[in-house]
Nanobody
């Protein structure tokens, strides 16, 4: 089992920045990939950014590319999402997601609310 706890959300204005953090605990040695996903009211959950735990390669959704940056600190079992140039469309609950190499299990945190006012 892997437990995830997100933090860093809040209410900001368009153009502002926020940094989200996600701390993993439990069987962290099994983590293969971590990602941030988000869900806005009335919409499907969507992928935002992902990072491979070992090599550190990253992937971004087109709608955040150039504005958001995902990074990890393996020693702290923490993944970050630096969000710059926030837009009202970025308003959503942001969830941290971990995928393990053992059985490909997937875990999520409780989410952190990001609200961007225009």
């Amino acid at each position: 089992q892997v437990q995830l706890v997100e933090s860093g959300g809040g209410l900001v204005q368009a153009g502002d920045s926020l940094r989200l953090s996600c701390v993993a605990s439990g069987r962290t040695f099994t983590i293969y990939h971590m990602a941030w996903v988000r869900q806005a009211p009335g919409k499907e959950r969507e992928f935002v950014a992902g990072i491979y735990w070992s090599g550190g390669s990253t992937v971004y959704a087109d709608y955040v590319k150039g504005r958001f940056t995902i990074a990890r600190d393996n020693a702290k079992n923490t993944v970050y999402l630096q969000m710059d140039g926030l837009k009202p469309d970025d308003t959503a609950v942001y969830y941290c997601e971990a995928t393990t190499s053992t059985g490909g299990n997937r875990y999520w945190g409780q989410g952190t609310q990001v609200t961007v006012s225009s």
